[in-house]
T-cell receptor, first 113, second 115 residues
């Protein structure tokens, strides 16, 4: 079964606007959540993470929100830039060390100039 | 600092052939991982090595074997390749400890096609 799901395969936004990427999970043992960004022909690179004891974490233009009761997390990018165009993967781990990640299917974000 | 390196970048095999994908990291990480990525799916864990000398199965281990050659290197072997193993393979590494959180660093990937 798919324990981490990203229901939107693609998202298109205008430069300067907010991008909101969503992720749902089913495993209540997940303790640590991460977002990775992937450009074509490259490996995923870490973007931002959040522990299950928090509900929000910010890093510059990127904010991740966690709603444990709904088993839902989201990534907000404000303002969006054309260089943000990439595939974004949501991932989760049962361990706070960040090992043994379970990934969602990914969302292709396109930011139009 | 090269990070995580993978060889080869591309490979085409015929059904039944064998090959080994190589991965090395220079960040002194203790844990290493092999994932595969298929269209419309996220990365799925094949095998991992929590420390030198140990290996464990992930979500999709069938048809693969691994070797943790030393702390730096973690190889993935396909003994008899099948078309279902056509995929992009990523190696990753991380320093794991009991309490500290870190993130996995990924290599650039190996694109494998099995005909």
């Amino acid at each position: 079964d798919q324990q981490v799901k990203q229901n939107s395969p693609s998202l298109s936004v205008q430069e300067g606007r907010i991008s909101i990427l969503n992720c749902d999970y089913t495993n209540s043992m997940f303790d640590y959540f991460l977002w990775y960004k992937k450009y074509p022909a490259e490996g995923p690179t870490f973007l931002i993470s959040i522990s299950s004891i928090k509900d929000k974490n910010e890093d510059g233009r990127f904010t991740v929100f966690l709603n444990k009761s709904a088993k839902h997390l989201s990534l907000h990018i404000v303002p969006s830039q054309p260089g943000d165009s990439a595939v974004y993967f949501c991932a989760a781990s049962e361990e706070t060390s960040g090992s043994r990640l379970t990934f969602g299917e990914g969302t292709q974000l396109t930011v139009n100039p | 600092n090269a990070g995580v390196t993978q060889t080869p970048k591309f490979q085409v095999l015929k059904t039944g052939q064998s090959m080994t994908l190589q991965c090395a990291q220079d960040m002194n990480h203790n844990s290493m991982y092999w994932y595969r990525q298929d269209p419309g799916m996220g990365l799925r864990l094949i095998y991992y090595s929590a420390s030198e000398g140990t290996t464990d199965k992930g979500e999709v281990p069938n048809g693969y074997n691994v070797s943790r050659l030393n702390k730096r290197e973690f190889s993935l072997r396909l003994e008899s390749a099948a078309p279902s193993q056509t995929s992009v393979y990523f190696c990753a590494s991380i320093w794991t400890s009991g309490t500290a959180t870190d993130t996995q660093y990924f290599g650039p990937g190996t694109r494998l096609t099995v005909l």
